[in-house]
């Protein structure tokens, strides 16, 4: 009786014992925020007392991160003198800085923290309070929560002119959409099941998210357009025009031909 062959081994994820390493990275680009000389504690020889003379220096270099919250102090000057034409004390100050919101006393370094963290690294809105009072810095939810609302309607102009854009001045786009769960209800729908959809092309990628899978989403982008759409065999990515082409995925070809 032949014995049953034993598996091969798998190898772990990651680097293999053994295999080449890939040495320390290069950091040169990091520009240089604070230098320290070090000296040597004695300036005479122990030995023989003669005095130590200057040879040369050794350099070496250490990464550091430093992430903190301050305040931007701003300070308006002002003037005045009795105005003969007018007959009257007038005054002048210099204008005021520049704000993302008026009145606001966060700083767009502070916005772009938030939404980098949120929207980036999917960080939740509490951890990143947590990390801000951390570095001394408290902010209240609701702050957050309606600095975002006020956000969303400065860049809603930007996001309807990049569907433009994707739209009507390019010829070929991907097309895909993923699962996506929104907790919100919506009259008639059971579940919260929505679509992330995405077109992408060479320059733009625009994102759709729709409680629907249907085919008038991609219709609804795409409108008029005339050109190639690379997607999957999804019935809703069909028939979206006679001016369009379809590239469909070879895997999903693939698929199709086996079964």
């Given at each position: 009786?032949?014995?049953?062959?034993?598996?091969?081994?798998?190898?772990?994820?990651?680097?293999?014992?053994?295999?080449?390493?890939?040495?320390?990275?290069?950091?040169?680009?990091?520009?240089?925020?604070?230098?320290?000389?070090?000296?040597?504690?004695?300036?005479?020889?122990?030995?023989?007392g003669?005095?130590?003379?200057?040879?040369?220096?050794?350099?070496?270099?250490?990464?550091?991160?430093?992430?903190?919250?301050?305040?931007?102090?701003?300070?308006?000057?002002?003037?005045?003198?009795?105005c003969?034409?007018?007959?009257?004390?007038?005054?002048?100050?210099?204008k005021?800085?520049?704000?993302?919101?008026?009145?606001?006393?966060?700083?767009?370094?502070?916005?772009?923290?938030?939404?980098?963290?949120?929207?980036?690294?999917?960080?939740?809105?509490?951890?990143?309070?947590?990390?801000?009072?951390?570095?001394?810095?408290?902010?209240?939810?609701?702050?957050?929560?309606?600095?975002?609302?006020?956000?969303?309607?400065?860049?809603a102009?930007?996001?309807?002119?990049?569907?433009?854009?994707?739209?009507?001045?390019?010829?070929?786009?991907?097309?895909?959409?993923?699962?996506?769960?929104?907790?919100?209800?919506?009259?008639?729908?059971?579940?919260?099941?929505?679509?992330?959809?995405?077109?992408?092309?060479?320059?733009?990628?625009?994102?759709?998210?729709?409680?629907?899978?249907?085919?008038?989403?991609?219709?609804?982008?795409?409108?008029?357009?005339?050109?190639?759409?690379?997607?999957?065999?999804?019935?809703?990515?069909?028939?979206?025009?006679?001016a369009?082409?379809?590239?469909?995925?070879?895997?999903?070809?693939?698929?199709?031909?086996?079964q």
């Open positions: 009786v032949s014995k049953p062959e034993e598996k091969a081994e798998k190898n772990k994820r990651g680097k293999q014992k053994g295999a080449p390493g890939f040495g320390p990275k290069d950091h040169e680009s990091l520009p240089i925020d604070e230098e320290k000389i070090y000296d040597i504690d004695e300036s005479c020889c122990p030995d023989c003669d005095q130590w003379q200057p040879v040369s220096e050794e350099e070496s270099h250490e990464v550091e991160v430093s992430v903190r919250a301050y305040r931007r102090k701003h300070r308006r000057k002002k003037y005045g003198h009795f003969k034409a007018k007959k009257k004390w007038v005054t002048k100050r210099a005021k800085p520049k704000r993302l919101f008026p009145h606001s006393i966060y700083g767009i370094s502070f916005w772009t923290f938030l939404l980098n963290g949120k929207f980036s690294l999917h960080i939740p809105i509490n951890r990143l309070r947590t990390l801000l009072k951390q570095k001394g810095l408290d902010v209240s939810q609701g702050t957050i929560t309606a600095g975002f609302a006020r956000i969303l309607k400065l860049i102009p930007l996001y309807a002119e990049i569907k433009r854009y994707s739209r009507e001045e390019k010829a070929h786009w991907h097309i895909d959409d993923t699962g996506w769960k929104v907790f919100v209800k919506i009259e008639g729908k059971n579940g919260f099941g929505w679509h992330l959809w995405v077109f992408k092309s060479d320059d733009v990628c625009v994102f759709v998210l729709s409680p629907s899978r249907g085919r008038e989403v991609p219709k609804s982008h795409l409108g008029d357009s005339c050109g190639v759409v690379s997607c999957d065999r999804l019935a809703a990515n069909k028939k979206l025009g006679e369009i082409i379809y590239a469909f995925c070879w895997v999903h070809e693939r698929r199709h031909f086996r």
